[in-house]
T-cell receptor, first 114, second 115 residues
Framework: NAGVTQTPKFRVLKTGQSMTLLCAQD?????MYWYRQDPGMGLRLIHY???????AKGEVPDGYNVSRLKKQNFLLGLESAAPSQTSVYFC?????????????FGPGTRLTVL | GDSVTQMEGPVTLSEEAFLTINCTYT??????LFWYVQYPGEGLQLLLK?????DKGSNKGFEATYRKETTSFHLEKGSVQVSDSAVYFC??????????????FGKGTLLTVNP
């Protein structure tokens, strides 16, 4: 199993450009999450999904959109990138089970917006 | 709302020293508590967890005890190694209401262990 994979690993954008980050998991997990990690801020939840075809806002959703068309994939879109979106983005997934609530993280995408 | 406060870093120790990283939380009900570790250039991975009061989570020589009376989940290790150098995150998952699958993270503590 590859676990949780993210593409791309690095990206540099100019202000106003758009891009999509892809997250894929092969563990048949119901729940998927997008976080951003900024220095001194820990991880903050952007959006999450509790199943195929569903998405919901997290703590810092502004400027991002997401889609979960297939259970194994969770896409994060930036329609018009801003320098404030320079960050490291992590995707995670977990199963629908209160007894086993570990989130599994991908390796991250480092995004710089100039 | 839920929140996690962990000690400010960075923490620098010599090999074989004793480690404590403090973590306290605010949450309604009885949350599950976690420590995640992030090695350089990698994503987060679960280090240990505890799901009810007085539970002790342990892994790789690290331990943390869920203390409801002090709302704490301090991470300890008796003898650190250079390979323990990483960022450590305390986190909680609320077990009340409709948000019982989301994690709330602390800001992270950078640990550097010197030989």
């Amino acid at each position: 199993n590859a676990g949780v994979t993210q593409t791309p690993k690095f990206r540099v954008l100019k202000t106003g450009q758009s891009m999509t980050l892809l997250c894929a998991q092969d563990m048949n997990h119901e729940y998927m999450y997008w976080y951003r990690q900024d220095p001194g801020m820990g991880l903050r939840l952007i959006h999450y999904s509790v199943g195929e075809g569903t998405t919901a806002k997290g703590e810092v959703p502004d400027g991002y959109n997401v889609s979960r068309l297939k259970k194994q994939n969770f896409l994060l879109g930036l329609e018009s990138a801003a320098p404030s979106q320079t960050s490291v983005y992590f995707c995670a997934s977990s199963i629908l089970d209160r007894q086993t609530d570990t989130q599994y993280f991908g390796p991250g995408t480092r995004l710089t917006v100039l | 709302g839920d929140s996690v406060t962990q000690m400010e870093g960075p923490v620098t120790l010599s090999e074989e020293a004793f480690l404590t990283i403090n973590c306290t939380y605010t949450a309604t009900g009885y949350p599950s508590l976690f420590w995640y570790v992030q090695y350089p250039g990698e994503g987060l991975q679960l280090l240990l967890k505890a799901t009810k009061a007085d539970d002790k989570g342990s892994n790789k020589g690290f331990e943390a005890t869920y203390r409801k009376e002090t709302t704490s989940f301090h991470l300890e290790k008796g003898s650190v190694q250079v390979s323990d150098s990483a960022v450590y995150f305390c986190a909680l998952r609320s077990n009340s209401g409709g948000s019982n699958y989301k994690l709330t993270f602390g800001k992270g503590t950078l640990l550097t262990v010197n030989p």
